[in-house]
């Protein structure tokens, strides 16, 4: 979605919120999501995602978000990052879950992408499985939340 298409979805909630109303926006930051293999609090290994391919996406939303704040629809509340991580035993049930979570996007991967995804999936599996009992893998993101107030 093109920043104009956001931009104008922004200022349609403006026109929505109830007064004294919060726009609650949360997206990743840009930047890969890491593949990971945790033992208990521990990361041992993490690399980034071959399939990372939504920066475009990502960029334009902080564009919209700046361009309303710029123009004084909203102002900046509250804004931090936090950790998004999703959990799973092995890299197989992680991949099955990704899979179903992005089964509405439309972006098509070429061959050496999803060949590069099966590579690193083979190596977390392994790492996992030399790591022992308690080893998992997860999906680790980064994300933004901000808190935007209309301006009146």
């Known amino acids: 979605m093109k920043h104009e298409s956001m931009v104008h979805a ?3 909630i403006l026109r929505l919120l109830k007064p004294g109303g919060t726009l609650i926006d ?3 930051v840009v930047q ?5 293999v945790t033992q208990g609090s521990k990361a041992v290994f993490a690399e980034p995602s071959p399939t990372y391919d939504y920066e475009e996406d990502l ?9 309303v704040v710029q123009r004084r629809l909203f102002d900046r509340d509250i804004e931090g990052e936090f950790d998004f991580l ?6 197989a049930e992680l991949r099955e879950f990704l899979k ?8 098509l991967q070429d061959d050496e992408v999803t060949a590069r995804a099966e590579e690193l999936a083979a190596r977390v599996e392994q790492i996992r499985q030399a790591c022992g009992e308690g080893a998992e893998v997860a999906a680790h993101e980064r994300g933004r939340i901000t808190l935007l107030r209309p301006v009146i």
């Open 10 to 12: 922004l200022e349609e």
């Open 26 to 28: 949360i997206h990743p």
């Open 32 to 36: 890969a999501w890491l593949c990971e």
């Open 59 to 67: 960029i334009q939303a902080d564009v919209a978000l700046a361009q």
């Open 86 to 91: 999703t959990y799973a035993s092995s890299a």
């Open 100 to 107: 179903k979570a992005s089964a509405y996007e439309d972006s």
